[in-house]
């Protein structure tokens, strides 16, 4: 009885590492959750909060699995998808980095840091990053997915708003 519940958690572990969430969620049983591998209780929060479950209990559910198993890569790596899941993106690099801590050179904790770029530079350098018109160039060229470089007339017209505006701006030289 044991092993088939064992094999049941270690495949619902395998369909939450995919992504298929809908399946892992019939393998894993509410009931038996509590007594599970912390890994399975892990892979169980990460499923809850996939399916749009109370994402409070997920958490729960991922720092008790932490506790009784703070060595395991998986059980730092789905806490953090769970934090992504969220979007606190900030608690999900800080998950990542402490297990890979534990784990160095662990492949899929490695992937996932990987996926947090590098801030690029603010669009209008001489600015402060926090300034309001790096945040709405920043946004917008996010949004368009491409360089501002590329759109010379949006900082120029940034420029523009400022002096309507009578924001101080440093100078023009930013603006070629």
Not at 57 to 82: H, T, V
């Amino acid at each position: 009885m044991r092993s088939k519940r064992l094999r049941a958690q270690r495949r619902g572990v395998e369909l939450v590492k995919k992504g298929h969430y809908e399946e892992a969620k019939r393998v894993f049983s509410n009931k038996e959750i509590e007594r599970s591998t912390p890994v399975s209780i892990a892979a169980y929060a990460l499923t809850m909060a996939a399916l749009g479950k109370d994402v409070e209990i997920a958490i729960e559910l991922c720092q008790k699995a932490k506790k009784r198993d703070s060595n395991n890569p998986i059980i730092g790596l789905c806490p953090g998808r769970l934090y992504i899941l969220c979007g606190d993106k900030g608690r999900a690099f800080k998950t990542f980095m402490e297990g890979l801590h534990s784990n160095a050179g662990h492949r899929e904790l490695t992937a996932e840091l990987r996926a947090f770029k590098e801030r690029s530079l603010p669009p209008i350098r001489l600015l402060n990053r926090s300034h309001p018109l790096n945040r709405v160039l920043g946004k917008s060229r996010t949004l368009l997915n491409s360089d501002v470089k590329e759109f010379p007339d949006m900082a120029r017209a940034a420029y523009l708003y400022a002096s309507q505006k009578e924001i101080k701006l440093p100078g023009r030289a930013c603006l070629g």
